[in-house]
């Protein structure tokens, strides 16, 4: 027979694991989210920094073939433009999928943590049936 002064007690030991296991997965994840940010504008602002670089000695290497009003000279710093920002955008792109991901788990932890709220809430009302169901079986003594 359960006492029904447990109950509060039982509740709480069952609600707090759960709810430090929520707040910590939600906690490495947004610190995952902060460093996923942080690298991927690191990363990209590389990426501009080579690409500004490069840009200023492609054009040197066509002036001194004397190639500075040609077609060539036009396509190779158009190739060269397009390689510069798809390379940036696959970092953003991957910057945005591991955010994805990280709100997706951060999701998943939420509604794990209400499924086993909504279970332990669940247990608990059936306990406090069950001692309401013993107490009741005192009435008679109580003289009501």
Avoid: C, H
Wanted: avoid cysteine.
């Amino acid at each position: 027979m359960a006492q029904y002064t447990d109950l509060g007690l039982w509740w709480s030991g069952q609600q707090r694991p759960a709810a430090q296991k929520r707040d910590a997965t939600l906690a490495m994840n947004s610190y995952a989210r902060f460093l996923s940010q942080q690298r991927g504008r690191r990363q990209a602002m590389d990426i501009d920094v080579a690409g500004t670089k490069g840009l200023g000695k492609l054009g040197a290497s066509y002036a001194q073939r004397g190639l500075t009003s040609s077609g060539i000279r036009e396509r190779g710093v158009g190739e060269y433009g397009a390689g510069w920002q798809r390379q940036k955008q696959d970092v953003l792109e991957e910057m945005g999928q591991k955010l994805q991901e990280l709100n997706l788990q951060d999701t998943a932890a939420i509604a794990e943590y209400d499924a086993l709220m909504q279970e332990i809430n669940r247990e608990k009302e059936r306990r406090i049936i069950e001692a309401a169901t013993e107490l009741s079986k005192f009435r008679p003594f109580l003289g009501s």
